[in-house]
């Protein structure tokens, strides 16, 4: 694998330098924020009380910086952000900034079910240090989520964001997908820099890839299990795209991938094949990573992933209830996808 | 139709007197609350700038409190609980304590995703004067909702709550149906006197109401659209069941109804046909009630029931955002399913 | 339990007599087709090797024959009737016509994927001795199957039928729920004389009953699990509805439950509990079936119920590949729901 | 684009020349049937009077025949088999092996809901001249299908058929998903050569190449909509895993692809620019199918394919009942996702 140094000049030959830009979208000179690469979303240790363990925090980061990531996503699904309270959200953000490389990217979850509640999380996420914010779509009144309410929803946190905005469509865990029609409407505000997607249907990326394809916009998968379909169906059209239409940031350019929490360094070179087109060896890899990634999302959720992170030398620990621990026999199964895949 | 006080004494005759039981279950000596009857969830009013309205609010109250309903549920789904600030929620609770009659129940929705911030809602909800908590299943890691988590969450909540607690399984906001053989177990804690049932299946609430038979445990309906049903299948048993078994209050015994903010009369009155066995009468009317639900409820949601509202003589007022205003096509929808029922 | 024929006089009181209306619909000058009552939907038959067994099915006829149902649906869904070939069909049904009691009715799947091919089966149902056709909704172009190609295929089978047409919706089986709009078009067909509606959804039956309520239609309900509350729903409004408008049948009038093959007393009497307005002891037994129907119906499907049949008496045997046997460990939960609820 | 001539040399090139192997299976000495390549699922031509047009079959066929298609699926979801009868569906097979080019592979669609029935059909297409079938998940009793009972059903078609069979999951037509663990089960059976996977999630595909990587099992992309990221995920893995393994067909291989009836040329330059490496062009290609492609399956289905096929020369015409001709409103909608993307 390659050392931090030169994997960081191969991404630099692929894509453009990352330019942080926060603040500078309302002149409407800049170029949206280039957001492409790998993002752990952190887990939030817990002790045995259920307090927020912030130095473990420190600690995973520390052990996590040492990969060659893009960043970090901080209360994302896997951060258990509806577990926290408002200042815990805060504060974690907080102490991500301080622990993790100055050079990396922080995107922090600032959804809430309400506009209003999603506007100021938002502010005070970008006053306590992150680059960018991931908005999930909300989700309680899924019913009444049409495009319009979710459009209206979002153009008022980008209007009010002091940082950019990336869009979070998660369907495991809200029941609802960002539709494409609404994608495609808000990938032209100067403030929306692109879309985690964590569906995996890949027939849709290719389609919002496609239809944003003159709109700066950025798709991250989210999740390693369709990373490579996911570049496969995206990233290469940047520079194709971009010299015919002059923008440069088109296509999947990445992964937020909760694996890369335990499979860091695997995970990032799953990202390089991709981007050298290494096809083969990357297809390789990619089906060692279905198996532990599935377990460690749909299958096992946070609990499996936190048992897992004790397993490679991070700090796991329980989750907040109502989650709950793993059984034995939960735990065997888990580590069977691991094991069997060559991993553990 | 009855007046509220004949109404009063032809519940007292079917149902046993109400007994507010705060506190006293942990010595087990008393039988758990009472809670029949029929609740409006009551709607969170907004100003134009989506501040809450306490005055529309206690005005709302004064009106809805002439009919004969058992008392009022407070952040329901319908009372937009997961817009409101922890703050806001207590404070609407309070407002409506005072405001409503002496005589009625106050239910009060205290559910948050994590069990410890539903405890702490619960006690803080205690202590601004509900009679009882409503607590909906935590949702957002639904795939991680087995038996076992959420029996652990009602435990944990009802161990520490000072006031009674009813589940809430409300699967058209969670994507979760809390499983009957949790329900059934958690039938037998002291402090969980009931569940409000959402879901409109009335096979599942003949079980419930079947499974529970021997432990005082309460079935409401959660939509006046099957209600009847819910009382056919449930609400007879009482007398007989009691008898058998000693208790007293097995069986659905009520509803908590979006559609009573509009039409409070109705409703009630076909809660006293079918308690007084008047079955063709109640059929009739539970017929007409069923468009006119509809659309307050899955249809149009709490747009639609706060625009109905302002029809009949209440304020109901702007949603908070994301939700929207109805466009007028949806509007004339919503009247249709009113007039073509003989309500407007 | 009362007799048969004390039976035959409760239901001639409560509803009108039978009158064999075949053929007279195109005149337009008579009443519809009462359909009213409990139906078995009758199970095929199958040797070792897997020939329908012919003396087995009239072996079983003969003892179902004893019980007051309406008569027996053949080729529903539990009739195995997708594994069987045009002919077996036929044969089945012209079998059960020859076994069957005289007085009975005799209500035959007819449904294929094709419009045509239903109008033939429908055909020749009727020319080997069905009463009416029991038609399920086409299902594998789900996706296209909208109202209006719904009510177009309705529509022609009912056109070309020389017998009464029945609607069947059973979304477990077809993935799709006949609309309500299609249905309240449909009822409006001369020879459209009711729906099986086997979807468990009373708020949906409701509104069946009532917007169809000037049409002479009938609605049987399609399991055992939700027969009370479909009676309270539906049927007392027969009397009411039929002074005002002018018609007999409307209302919830019986039902097509597979329970009835092996509890076929115990159905019969709960028709006759809620026929007569003995809500209290109808409750009791209702409850008590909900975990023997579900049993027999989704969760061990026609495998249960065969099993079942084995133990009661009736020849139930192995069911046409791909559907398996149960195993033991099945074999146990399902003998619990039986037992527990006091039948074995 | 190539020619047919230096197109067929490039497929060589990557893919073993076909071998047909038909009858070879049962003694074990030769390798699985090559199935690699593009086909296009064949519509069945009906007069105005709705029988089946055997001259528009043989025209559509000709056209059909001068591109680089592997071969032709026969009576698969588009070809309407379930409205046709027995003797239809082997006459358009019949009819389809005498008009198609001697080289290419006939791939007949034999699934029917008994497993008798369908190692009957099995049979009798392999008589008038199939290569190999494809065999539909059996589905209206899908809560019964489980991966035992599943599996049984296909290995009992295997056993008996005299021609390959390659597994079909299209859960958008049955609500089913043939199980992965069967899939892997299945993949040993020497007369089990792939699988035609039409849900589109391309994470399972990668999981079912991995898997089976040892079988010489071969998947086909069920859409055009996720062709390029099937290969991706799979196709590349020939080589090398050839190499370590022993078998050379594993991967993603190729695509039965409804939108080939129309763009055949251009399905098939996709299918070349990926088994060529031409990432960059094939992802411009890839999306401007998926709409297209979108359009003529599950937005509109058969009829949105066949009134396409009007507009392309070939002869679409009417579907049987139930299935209806477009309204003007959606062939507006239809023609925009072909005028949008350059190919009206």
Chains 1, 2, 3, 4 share one sequence.
């Not at 960018?132 to 979002?154: E, Q």
């Not at 569906?199 to 990373?227: N, Y």
């Amino acid at each position: 694998m390659l050392g931090p140094k030169v994997w960081s000049s191969v991404r630099r030959g692929l894509s453009r330098a990352l330019s942080r830009t926060m603040g500078s979208w309302a002149s409407g000179e800049g170029r949206k924020m280039d957001i492409s690469g790998i993002y752990p979303p952190v887990t939030t240790p817990f002790t045995a009380t259920a307090e927020v363990d912030y130095g473990k925090l420190e600690e995973n980061l520390h052990k996590l910086g040492t990969f060659p990531f893009r960043g970090f996503v901080v209360q994302g699904s896997n951060g258990e952000f509806p577990f926290l309270t408002s200042s815990e959200r805060l504060e974690v953000v907080s102490r991500v900034r301080q622990a993790m490389p100055k050079d990396k990217l922080l995107l922090a979850g600032s959804g809430c079910e309400s506009t209003q509640a999603t506007v100021e999380m938002t502010v005070s996420m970008a006053q306590v240090g992150a680059d960018a914010v991931m908005v999930v779509t909300p989700c309680y009144y899924r019913g009444r989520m049409s495009s319009a309410a979710l459009i209206h929803h979002y153009t008022k946190v980008a209007d009010l964001s002091p940082i950019p905005v990336v869009l979070y469509s998660v369907p495991a865990n809200t029941g609802l997908d960002l539709p494409v029609d609404a994608v495609v409407t808000l990938s032209q505000h100067p403030n929306i820099v692109g879309i985690k997607d964590s569906g995996g249907d890949v027939t849709r990326i290719g389609l919002i890839v496609h239809k944003t394809r003159r709109q700066d916009f950025q798709v991250l998968a989210g999740s390693a299990g369709f990373l490579l379909a996911s570049y496969a169906v995206g990233l290469m059209s940047q520079g194709a795209i971009g010299g015919a239409w002059g923008c440069q940031l088109a296509g999947a350019v990445g992964g937020v991938c909760a694996l890369a929490n335990v499979l860091g360094a695997q995970v990032c070179q799953l990202e390089r094949l991709c981007l050298t087109g290494q096809w083969e060896d990357a297809q390789k890899l990619q089906h060692r990573l279905i198996e532990p990634n599935t377990a460690v999302t749909w299958r096992f959720g946070i609990p499996g992933l936190k048992k897992t992170m004790d397993w490679f030398g991070y700090y796991g620990g329980p989750c907040r209830a109502p989650l709950q621990e793993l059984n034995p026999a939960q735990e065997e199964v888990l580590r069977l996808d691991f094991t069997s895949n060559g991993w553990l």
